[in-house]
Structure formats: C-alpha cells, structure tokens
C-alpha cells in the first residue's frame, strides 16, 4: 500500500484540478524508472486509465495506480508534500530505499 499525507492530498487535488483531472475519478500514476544519481528515480502522473497490471489503492481520498514492477520497490512508502521558501515539492519517504539523493528524486534500493 502507498499512504498519502493530508499535505499531499491538498496538492495533488490542486493539480490534478489544474490539469484537467477529476480527483474523485481519475488516478495519481506512481511509478519507478532506472536513472538518477542513485539508480531509481521515482515517477508521478496523471491518469484515467487503469491497465490489467496496475495495483489499485486509495489512502486519503487520493485514488493511486502502481505498475507491478514499481510496487516491489515502492510497498509502504509514504507520499508527503513539503512546500514553503525551501521546499522540495512532493516527497517519497520510502522505507524500502537504502540510499537516496540529496534531491530526493532517486534512491537504490
């Protein structure tokens, strides 16, 4: 499962609004691709389509879809928002990943 914080919830339904997106109906995509400068980089879409190999969840009224490769790496992380004068943006706090970057955009596991 993928938790979502208050702070994230807030700002995903910004979004999504933004673009066009129907936070009741449509799905936060969460995913996992090689590269960065730890080896994986996290991705985070949009998206109204569910595919037969996509996990379905739903934590804080944010509805999530995760490929199956990506949930191997991504089992119990936390999606969180850190805005302000030195905010990062959104936040994986993914207990899985063994070494992160200082951006935090990428982990090894």
């Known amino acids: 499962m993928i938790q979502v914080s208050e702070t994230a ?19 936060v995509r969460v995913g996992v691709k090689s590269g960065g400068c730890s080896g994986l980089s996290y991705e ?3 998206d109204n389509k569910v595919d037969d190999s996509d996990k379905v969840f739903e934590d804080n009224d944010v509805r ?15 999606l ?6 030195n905010g990062k ?21």
Not at 9 to 27: C, P, S
Not at 91 to 96: A, D, M, T
């Open 64 to 78: 999530i879809i995760v490929d199956k490769k990506s949930f191997l790496y991504l089992v119990g992380t936390i």
């Open 44 to 46: 985070l879409n949009f």
């Open 89 to 109: 943006g959104f936040v994986f706090n993914n207990p899985n990943a063994q070494r992160t970057c200082g951006c935090g955009e990428s982990f090894s596991l």
């Open 9 to 27: 919830k807030k700002r995903v339904v910004n979004l999504m609004e933004e673009e066009g997106f129907d936070a009741t109906k449509d799905y």
């Open 80 to 85: 969180e928002y850190s805005g302000g004068l």
